[in-house]
């Protein structure tokens, strides 16, 4: 079965700092258009990051996705999603291993006895020594910071300007 991205693209940031960028909302596996019920069921409470006091919304149907026209009080944004087929994944997410089962016979597994489940590993923890403070260890206090600057302090004694024979 396919495995479908549900991928947005929409405008961050502010000014001249703006930029495009693409995120991936969810995967979907199942049909295309399953993926594209889902898609739009997420692109209708979309909060995109542009504008901040939306007036009004539009949703459009394209090809491949969704248009969201959002029009704010300056500026109308959009967001535009679409549905893509996962090909790769460089770290794919682990799948239960279901191959022993689906080799063995329907009416052999209804005799084999499920064996005890194992109890959950708890960290091993230190054995409590009587006397000892387990608490927070107090700070080292902070140093006294002294005096504070004389309000002359970045002054110099002396003007640089004070004494050269260049200046009129």
Request: proline share 15%; aromatic share 10%.
């Given at each position: 079965?396919?495995?479908?991205g549900?991928i947005v693209?929409?405008?961050?940031?502010?000014?001249?700092g703006?930029?495009?960028?693409?995120?991936?909302?969810d995967?979907?596996?199942?049909?295309?258009?399953?993926?594209?019920?889902v898609?739009?069921?997420?692109?209708?409470?979309?909060?995109?990051?542009?504008?901040?006091?939306?007036?009004?919304?539009?949703?459009?149907?394209?090809?491949e996705?969704?248009?969201?026209?959002?029009?704010?009080?300056?500026?109308?944004?959009?967001?535009?999603?679409?549905?893509?087929e996962?090909?790769?994944?460089?770290?794919?997410?682990?799948?239960?291993?279901?191959?022993?089962?689906?080799?063995?016979?329907?009416?052999?597994?209804?005799?084999?006895?499920?064996?005890?489940?194992?109890?959950?590993?708890?960290?091993?923890?230190?054995?409590?020594?009587?006397g000892?403070?387990?608490?927070?260890?107090?700070?080292?206090?902070?140093?006294?910071?002294?005096?504070?600057?004389?309000?002359?302090?970045?002054?110099?004694?002396?003007p640089?300007w004070?004494?050269?024979?260049?200046?009129?």
């Amino acid at each position: 079965m396919p495995r479908w991205g549900l991928i947005v693209e929409q405008n961050l940031w502010y000014g001249k700092g703006q930029m495009w960028s693409v995120d991936v909302l969810d995967h979907v596996d199942g049909t295309r258009q399953e993926a594209l019920d889902v898609l739009r069921a997420r692109a209708e409470r979309f909060q995109p990051f542009h504008p901040a006091n939306p007036e009004r919304r539009f949703l459009y149907q394209e090809a491949e996705g969704f248009l969201l026209v959002v029009k704010g009080v300056w500026r109308t944004f959009h967001c535009r999603f679409r549905v893509a087929e996962q090909v790769y994944d460089s770290d794919p997410p682990e799948t239960p291993a279901d191959d022993d089962q689906a080799d063995a016979p329907a009416d052999a597994s209804a005799d084999v006895e499920p064996g005890p489940v194992p109890e959950p590993s708890r960290p091993v923890r230190k054995p409590w020594r009587r006397g000892v403070d387990r608490g927070p260890r107090p700070r080292a206090p902070e140093p006294d910071p002294g005096p504070p600057p004389a309000w002359d302090t970045e002054v110099p004694e002396v003007p640089s300007w004070l004494g050269r024979d260049d200046l009129p």
